[in-house]
């Protein structure tokens, strides 16, 4: 396969399944000009004139849709690793023989180890979407027909509204909605927050098909999914398992450690003059996150501070900082717990987001470049302050990218990691696989102190007569190989790419190559 | 990713470590010696494609300094760090009765600083000795000591592996600016352990469940034969007995910086419950703080061992602060924030102490013997008390460690 050398230094593969693909060009390097893609054209007059668009069964409903080989067919992650709605429509596309479809979801997690099966037996051909777990491990033996696509949220509605990427059939798993296909996911038995992951999908799909287990009389209020862009409804028994949506990764984190960093960024922002009044941020899922939340909310109580917005997935923690007035707003993009879809009903101060209004780098603006100050994760980081989301050093792809690219264009991007896992180094010479770029990234905040980038002078000055500690990331590094015995081996791959890894703006930054 | 798994071969001359899935940051170790056929080196490890080889070769280096040439080695590892390695398998060949040198990891730098008699033991940070995964981490937490525990952490059988973690663990852990104290065990058990720690960098030996002042002549006896480093000491008194003999011991040795006090086996000695008010063991804190002080001895209370009762700590702080104690024991590392908060002065405490120490600071550069503040004579012990006080306040950021420059701030 032949391959091209992006901006970043990487090799990236010329051809991503069938489609050329473009090369990283650097933050802001690519201009795009032209038209968006567009919706097929439909006339009323082929819906029926009741508005009821039930059909009995979701067998039937894919059916009628056409569904046939080669398909691409997209579900999303509202329930996270309670959703019952993408196994059981690759179940129905395996019992009527159909081949090589290509499933794009917005977010696969362990629930979906179901799927292999199917991407062994080449009911699916590949997944372009976040492989967790089991699916990771599959992709990276090298196992699946076609190319994994990894897109973060922004990435995903960039894709679909440039053309990148044509859904036939997106199948919307709906908390309630009413018989023309307006749907929402605040409430229902099965009440999961909200559905702005498939906004796209419901706007760009040549078939959209509601699947809901709480058909209520029209019309459905509010209307998260809007019925006019929606073909077909269906009722089931169960559309999702809202308790799951609390996945590990919601969490708040008992290890002393990581509440120590946690620690360090809240005092971080408070020292550094971030946290003032009107002030915004954005903590993600992840234990480490959710600390952080509550130690700045006891550091914004005592300074009498009050921020002017905060970016969800909303969670306990934050609708706490909602009801006692500490934000009059919470933008949510997903809901991380049950209390952020309570809340949801019961409070103002949300707003429905979706990645097209917080994420999407092709448009006008988007709220993550709004945001003062933004906390995230990542598998593996460098001395360029590069870093890693998807893989771990010894080459396995486990997780997704999620929001987190499109979160480093915040004002204050700050990476909270641990600098070494169970013996295994997080601070590298190299990131093993290239996701978000070093200029982007502010600071790394480990259990041992803070490293700032040195291109962030401002920061750096804002940050003296601070008690947290701040270190020389080079030193860092040599602390931690001191700890663990040195640098470990690098993961010894094939020239295989199993997956490429995609920038905000729809290029390649870097790819996932088979393990050997 | 491999995970240790039970091996169907069980005939280990020789042992140690901890094994199974959930095992992280430590590993185990099994000997078989055999009459002949060399050295069979077997390894799974969870870290297998960042450092397995150099994790053979570090095994391979270590049966030769121990001494090992026919057996059989297997390794189950849930990354460990190399000197947890290198720990585990020289406690599983000792524990083969293979007779062969110690396999020391190297002295770090950082393992050879002093301590000193007067410093704050404020904070002092339990971890149990065959626990490696909390040591590497735990100075970050910002304890005024950290104690290696052997005693009644450590499972009967481990006692032995205990030590060899321990021993590598001063030696190579960075514990920062906290005192390095080692828990060793009561009697003959606990005069072994004195050779695993003495020459390694351990500062302060703490014995426990101490009831006449023979045992602290002992232990202090064992410590002068095997080094000359000069080892400090700290009682635990834990019996009727020991409140009873509190001055004596106190005063038993040169090495004795502090005196403390343990509650679960003195209620237990009295035959009461132990309650959250701790009427019943006043007696024995008042004791143990009143022997202290007459030895010139800190006094530092028991643990709080509800690690999720930030307040009951906060409040059990106070009242032991006001009782005369100058230090808490912690069991878990986010109690330690909430003990340093609860030892610093109040604003006002601190300003009264400033205005002590200018007093005598002033009495001093005049040349008078009386120190005076208003109309007030103020006696010498009050003045160490003020300087005490003013230290610990900026120590906790009550005070700025430029007050004295500052006119007549308050």
New interface residues.
Partial sequence: MSSLENFAGRQVPAEINGRDAIPYMGVGGRKMTGRKAAPLIRSAADYPASGDKRTPSLKEALVNAGLRDGMVISTHHHFRNGDLIANQVFDVAKELGVKDLVWFPSASFPCHEHLIQYLEDGTIHHIEGSMNGPLGAFCTAGKMRGMGVLRSHGGRWQAISDGDMNIDIAVIAAPTADVFGNATGDRGPSACGLLGFALADSIYADHVIAVTDNLVPFPCLPWQIQGNNVDQVVEVEQVGIPEKIVSGTTQITKSPDRLLIAEHCAKFVRDTGIMRDGFSFQAGAGGTALSFAIYLKEMMIKAGVTAGFVRGGSNKYLVEMLEEGLTPVILDGQTFDLDGVRSMRENEGHQNTSPFTSYNFHGKGNFASMLDVVILGATEVDTDFNANVVTHTDGRLLHGIGGWQNCLASKCTILAVPSFRNRIPVILDEVTTLCGPGELIDVIATERGLCINPRRTDLIEASRGSSVPILEIHDLKREVERICGGSPQRAKTTDQVVAAIQWVDGTTIDCVRGLS | ?STPQESPHETWTGSAGARGPKV??DCWAGVELRESGGLELELVS??E??????IRALLRAGCEALGLVNAKVRVED?????WVLMARLEAAVKDADVAGEDWLPELEAFATTSTSRDRFRRSRLYLPGNEPKYM??AA??GPDAIILDLEDSVAPSAKSAARVIVRNALRQVDFGTAERMVRINQGEMGLADLSFIAEHGCHLVIIPKVEDAEEVHAVDARLRELTDAPVLLMPIIESAKGVMNAYSIATASERNVALTIGLEDYTADLGVQRTKEGRESLFARQAVINAARAAGLQALDTVHSDVSDPEGLRAAVLEARGLGFEGKGCI???QIPIVHEAFVPSEAEASKACAIVRAFRDAEARGLGVVSLGSKMIDPPVVKRALKTVEQAVQGGVLDASWESEEGGS
């Avoid at chain 2, 494609?49 to 150099?54: H, R």
């Avoid at chain 2, 849930?78 to 190399?82: I, N």
């Fill in positions: 990713m992280r940051s969870t870290v494609s960042y450092y397995g080889e150099g849930g990354g460990a760090y190399p590497v981490n970050l937490h878990h590392p986010r």
